[in-house]
């Protein structure tokens, strides 16, 4: 393996622990659980609502002067706006240094997999991607366990000084080795031809199926702890389920990236096949008790850690180099829409409804994903990205 590509692992889990990192500490912020529930909400969505605003243009940003300097810039931006709480514990700076913290990320996320592009070849892209992905997996789902014991250890300061430093070390590790990949030559790019090169289906289908993945994914860890808790069952068993969830797209991950570089298995098949078995998964969470909800965690995640490697190598083969970070970041914004859509849509028609019928519901909507990415086969890449031949060489 590279030894540029740890650094960039290592970015992947330090926006995926930024963003968790407090989730497991309702209570630190209020005597009052009402109260606490609802800053804990707007700290996480402080955080994902400034990915989502600024990913494009950071991605865009790192096509016009390199994705190394933004990839290093936005970490040291995540380590100095993790500084601010550490300075001063105050309730502004706390809401300063989470809105930072995701305006860094913005930067540092999508120059994370520019790079992951651009430094491997097309043959091991599948690889590179999967063991990204499972590196960021690793923080989604450390973080909140990390966050918790280091705020019994030391409170909120230190957990974001641990931030802090994790932001600067990566910082440093990264401008150590990484490649500085010189930004291409391209002719100026109008609003049209931008419009026209994300609604192509070269586009479209991957980011839809890595929408509706990680839609799955997040109302996964959101939800069945609901539904067992509904059944009667511990914390213990819901928490294995989630558990179970998150090891499974960790460890999918790489292994499906191995067998697309190796020819074994193509894009298209691949994601379709990911995404039935994500909406397989969001229907046995309609099933009731501890095997139903085992099984859902399961098929979620090996679902979802079908689709995401491919989903990115899909965009990479199908990207021209001088347009890498545009594209990452445009479909990191896909993803953060998921993120949120996924959580929304379950609770909305379970509020009017049942919880069972925003499983189903959701179920629905992935399913709609897998036929978006069946009718994008035509020009999303069909062959394994080790046939394909480069296209942005």
């Known amino acids: 393996m590279q030894r540029s590509m740890w650094p960039l692992y290592a970015a992947g889990f330090t926006t995926a622990f930024g963003a968790h990192g407090i989730a497991a500490n309702l209570g630190g912020f209020s005597d009052d659980m009402v109260s606490s529930l609802?800053?804990?909400?707007?700290?996480?969505?402080?955080?994902?609502?400034?990915?989502?605003?600024?990913?494009p243009v950071f991605g865009a940003l790192s096509d016009r002067i390199g994705a190394r300097p933004v990839l290093l810039g936005g970490l040291i931006a995540f380590a100095a706006a993790s500084s601010l709480y550490v300075i001063?514990?105050?309730?502004?700076?706390?809401?300063?240094?989470?809105?930072g913290q995701g305006a860094a990320a913005s930067a540092f996320s999508p120059s994370a997999s520019a790079l992951v592009a651009l430094i491997n070849p097309a043959a091991k892209r599948g690889r590179a991607f999967g063991s990204y992905g499972f590196y960021k997996s690793i923080g989604y789902t450390l973080g909140p366990l990390l966050g918790?014991?280091?705020?019994?250890?030391?409170?909120?300061?230190?957990?974001?000084?641990?931030?802090?430093?994790?932001?600067?070390?990566?910082?440093?590790?990264?401008?150590?080795?990484?490649?500085?990949?010189?930004?291409?030559a391209s002719k100026r790019q109008t609003l049209a031809d931008l419009a026209r090169r994300l609604s192509d289906r070269a586009f479209l289908a991957p980011t839809a199926a890595l929408a509706a993945a990680t839609a799955a994914l997040s109302a996964g860890v959101g939800f069945l702890p609901v539904s067992g808790a509904a059944a009667g069952l511990g914390t213990i068993a819901t928490g294995a389920a989630v558990s179970v969830l998150a090891a499974t797209a960790a460890v999918v991950q790489p292994r499906t990236g191995r067998l697309m570089d190796e020819g074994r298995l193509t894009v298209r098949f691949g994601l379709l096949t990911g995404l039935f078995i994500t909406a397989g998964g969001l229907a046995f969470a309609m099933v009731p008790g501890l095997t139903g909800i085992l099984i859902a965690a399961a098929l979620i995640g090996a679902g979802t850690g079908m689709v995401t490697p491919l989903g990115f190598a899909a965009l990479a083969a199908s990207t021209p180099e001088e347009r890498m970070g545009q594209t990452m970041g445009s479909a990191e914004l896909g993803r953060e829409l998921g993120d949120a859509g996924g959580p929304l849509l379950v609770a909305g028609v379970a509020a009017a409804s049942a919880?069972?019928?925003?499983?189903?519901?959701?179920?629905?909507?992935?399913?709609?994903?897998?036929?978006?990415?069946?009718?994008?086969?035509?020009?999303?890449?069909?062959?394994?990205?080790?046939?394909?031949?480069?296209?942005?060489r």
């Not at 519901?361 to 978006?372: W, Y």
Request: hydrophobic share 65%; charged share 15%.
């Open 38 to 55: 609802l800053v804990l909400g707007a700290l996480l969505a402080l955080y994902d609502g400034a990915e989502v605003v600024l990913k």
């Open 88 to 99: 001063a514990d105050t309730q502004a700076m706390l809401w300063a240094a989470r809105l």
């Open 148 to 184: 918790g014991v280091l705020v019994w250890l030391g409170g909120l300061r230190l957990l974001f000084l641990v931030m802090a430093l994790c932001g600067a070390l990566v910082a440093l590790w990264a401008w150590r080795e990484v490649p500085d990949v010189k930004p291409k």
């Open 355 to 392: 919880l069972v019928w925003g499983w189903a519901a959701l179920a629905v909507i992935v399913g709609l994903g897998a036929l978006i990415a069946s009718l994008g086969g035509r020009r999303a890449p069909a062959q394994s990205v080790a046939d394909r031949p480069e296209t942005a």
